[in-house]
């Protein structure tokens, strides 16, 4: 199972907002809305930011929104802050054979 | 507050195995389970496999079967990874991480601190 593909990098200035695509397959994200989207600063560990495609656990701004569309996921940070500035990862279910794959990972720099 | 803390890096020979541990405190250990991600310097992040902490059923990625096994000790709520024959590519640092809350599948939080484990002769 090949991990899912994102962007290596987006940019944008504070208040701008960046969309993050996370493409799959028909097997994984095409065909499961279990979609989850991680935030991680250098050194840490991740955080957890959206599930089910487009919910948010409590405590996650509502700058952070997820969607989906066929095979390709996405998550989009509303008016960007400096704190933004981080490395983002999907991750969908894949069946109870292959479970979880993760995406490439985005670098997302605050300009 | 909910907390998973993770034992501290180790460093081994190509070939030897790895235990670390995740000891969870603040909440009920066996109500949610346990999922293991690895991440390379560098690199992305990688699941690994999950463990019920009840019934200690297992689910492995394909590319550890074999290689991994996944415990826990209940009396003390502190789950394991093991990680046999290691290689230098298996040098990454290791993070446990809780079922969500009210999550389906594909959430986990929180997470462990992360454990490094270098694999060097």
């Known amino acids: 199972q090949s991990a899912l593909t994102q962007p290596r990098s987006v940019s944008g200035s504070p208040g701008q907002s960046v969309t993050i695509s996370c493409t799959g397959t028909?097997?994984?994200?095409?065909?499961?809305?279990?979609v989850s989207w991680y935030q991680q600063h250098p050194g840490k560990a991740p955080r957890f930011l959206i599930y089910d495609v487009s919910q948010r656990p409590s405590g996650v701004p509502d700058r952070f929104s997820g969607s989906k569309s066929g095979n390709t996921a996405s998550l989009t940070i509303s008016g960007l802050q400096a704190e933004d500035d981080a490395d983002y990862y999907c991750c969908s279910y894949a069946g109870s054979y292959t479970f979880y794959v993760f995406g490439t990972g985005t670098k997302v720099s605050v300009l | 507050q909910v907390q998973l803390v993770q034992s501290g890096a180790e460093v081994k020979k190509p070939g030897a195995s790895v235990k670390v541990s995740c000891k969870a405190s603040?909440?009920?250990?066996?109500?949610?389970?346990i999922t293991w991600v690895r991440q390379a310097t560098g690199q992305g992040l990688e699941w690994m496999g999950w463990m019920n902490p009840v019934s200690g059923k297992t689910g492995y990625a394909q590319k550890f079967q074999g290689r991994v096994t996944m415990t826990r000790d209940t009396s003390i709520t502190t789950a394991y990874l093991e990680l046999s024959s290691l290689r230098s590519e298996d040098t990454a640092v290791y993070f446990c991480?809780?079922?969500?809350?009210?999550?389906?599948?594909?959430?986990?939080?929180?997470w462990g601190q992360g454990t490094l484990v270098t694999v060097s002769s």
């Open positions: 603040g909440y009920t250990f066996a109500n949610y389970d």
């Open positions: 991480a809780r079922w969500a809350p009210d999550v389906a599948a594909a959430g986990w939080d929180p």
């Open positions: 028909n097997s994984d994200i095409g065909n499961y809305n279990f």
